[in-house]
């Protein structure tokens, strides 16, 4: 289940990524799979090779792509959300969120 973010704000991601731009949408998230996290990081691009190269450094796999309704996405949670918010200086998403 997401929450805390607005719809204004999931368009701004879909229009992003339909731009061909790696795009970051965070939200809090509830998911008894992961036990702890309470937010997650949205990564997508609509290139998926372009996505793919861009995550490589990072150590995420091709095969965590998120494909379903034509926004390609990775999810990042935990310590490699913080992680990877900190390098791509989302600062604004890291204070919003307190990561």
């Not at 990081?41 to 998926?48: A, E, F, I, L, S």
């Not at 372009?50 to 995420?60: A, D, T, V």
């Not at 796999?61 to 949670?77: C, S, T």
Request: charged residues 30%; aromatic residues 14%.
């Amino acid at each position: 289940m997401a929450f805390g973010i607005d719809r204004k704000e999931i368009l701004r991601w879909k229009n992003e990524i339909n731009a061909g731009k790696i795009a970051f949408l965070t939200h809090y998230w509830i998911d008894n799979r992961f036990p702890g996290c309470t937010t997650v990081t949205k990564v997508g691009c609509k290139n998926v090779d372009q996505l793919i190269s861009w995550g490589e450094p990072y150590g995420l796999m091709p095969q965590w792509i998120d494909r379903k309704l034509n926004y390609p996405h990775f999810d990042l949670f935990g310590e490699k959300q913080s992680e990877i918010l900190r390098k791509e200086e989302q600062w604004e998403q890291i204070e919003r969120f307190r990561l």
